[in-house]
Nanobody
Framework: QVTLVQSGGGLAQAGDSLRLSCVASGGTFSDHSMGWFRRAPGKERLFVAAISKSGDMTYYADAVKGRFTISRDNAKNTIYLQMNNLKPEDTAVYYC????????????????WGQGTQVAVSS
């Protein structure tokens, strides 16, 4: 059983930067690829970014490519999402997740989820 606790997020203006963190406990952190998803108001939860178990491979949704960076520190059981050049359309609740099996971009592949953290970007 993996427990994920998120921190970071909050209010930002367009063009600002924010960083989200997600600390894992229980299980073996390096056994899991990890991902970030987001749910905008009135919309479904969508893939944002993912990182392989060792951190050598990363994947991004087109909407955030070039602006967001996912990283992990296996010694600290933590993943991060650095969000630069934020836009109002990035406003959403962001979730970190630990993958069980399956596609990295499919939310059904993830067995464990953080509690969610709100990011609100004003224009």
């Amino acid at each position: 059983q993996v427990t994920l606790v998120q921190s970071g997020g909050g209010l930002a203006q367009a063009g600002d930067s924010l960083r989200l963190s997600c600390v894992a406990s229980g299980g073996t952190f390096s056994d899991h690829s990890m991902g970030w998803f987001r749910r905008a108001p009135g919309k479904e939860r969508l893939f944002v970014a993912a990182i392989s178990k060792s951190g050598d491979m990363t994947y991004y949704a087109d909407a955030v490519k070039g602006r967001f960076t996912i990283s992990r520190d296996n010694a600290k059981n933590t993943i991060y999402l650095q969000m630069n050049n934020l836009k109002p359309e990035d406003t959403a609740v962001y979730y970190c997740a630990a993958k069980n099996q399956g596609s990295l971009t499919f939310k059904g592949s993830y067995a464990y989820w953080g509690q969610g953290t709100q990011v609100a970007v004003s224009s």
